[in-house]
T-cell receptor, first 113, second 115 residues
Framework: NAGVTQTPKFQVLKTGQSMTLQCAQDMNHNSMYWYRQDPGMGLRLIYYSASEGTTDKGEVPNGYNVSRLNKREFSLRLESAAPSQTSVYFC????????????FGNGTRLTVT | AQTVTQSQPEMSVQEAETVTLSCTYDTSESDYYLFWYKQPPSRQMILVIRQEAYKQQNATENRFSVNFQKAAKSFSLKISDSQLGDAAMYFCAYRNLSGNEKLTFGTGTRLTIIP
């Protein structure tokens, strides 16, 4: 059981370049999330999708877009990368029931130069 | 808005001893969930323990237990018989019972185990 799979694990971009972070889960979860982790700031929610076909902004959505392609997949796109987007990005999912915890992927370390 | 505060950026404990990590939160809700996640150097986020606010009994998972004080809005994590594998960042997190998907995290506590 793979759980939550993120690709790539590492990425270096130049300012202004675009890229898409991929996330897929095989646990039949309804809800999926994108977080970023910065030193001293914990994890902050970028976007989430409560169910297939819906997406909503989190705390720090500026500069990002998301697509809930189907129940399994939830991608995060940076249209024009900026150095402030250098971070570790985590995808997570959960069933959607109120008590259910988040299951995380292994993260993507993104550096924007 | 809900906030979660972890006031100890770093803690250390001797192997086999007990350590308590602090977490406080601010909310106007009466029903919610609280979580502790562990992040070892591998970067993986691992659920350690969770507590439902409507339950008075403190949650326990093997060597991990919580001290949940609802009135004080405090949710500390106690690790007994500390092991080298417990070395990690520990994050406290909060979520409303319903109507809000957001899981709010604290800034984390780095735990070092001294052999």
């Amino acid at each position: 059981n793979a759980g939550v799979t993120q690709t790539p694990k590492f990425q270096v971009l130049k300012t202004g370049q675009s890229m898409t972070l991929q996330c897929a889960q095989d646990m039949n979860h309804n809800s999926m999330y994108w977080y970023r982790q910065d030193p001293g700031m914990g994890l902050r929610l970028i976007y989430y999708s409560a169910s297939e076909g819906t997406t909503d902004k989190g705390e720090v959505p500026n500069g990002y877009n998301v697509s809930r392609l189907n129940k399994r997949e939830f991608s995060l796109r940076l249209e024009s990368a900026a150095p402030s987007q250098t971070s570790v990005y985590f995808c997570a999912s959960r069933t959607g029931e109120s008590h259910s915890p988040l299951h995380f992927g292994n993260g993507t370390r993104l550096t924007v130069t | 808005a809900q906030t979660v505060t972890q006031s100890q950026p770093e803690m250390s404990v001797q192997e086999a001893e007990t350590v308590t990590l602090s977490c406080t939160y601010d909310t106007s809700e009466s029903d919610y969930y609280l979580f502790w996640y562990k992040q070892p150097p591998s970067r993986q986020m691992i659920l350690v323990i969770r507590q439902e606010a409507y339950k008075q009994q403190n949650a326990t998972e093997n060597r991990f237990s919580v001290n949940f004080q609802k009135a004080a809005k405090s949710f500390s994590l106690k690790i007994s018989d500390s092991q080298l594998g417990d070395a990690a960042m520990y994050f406290c997190a909060y979520r409303n019972l319903s109507g809000n998907e957001k899981l709010t995290f604290g800034t984390g506590t780095r735990l070092t185990i001294i052999p």
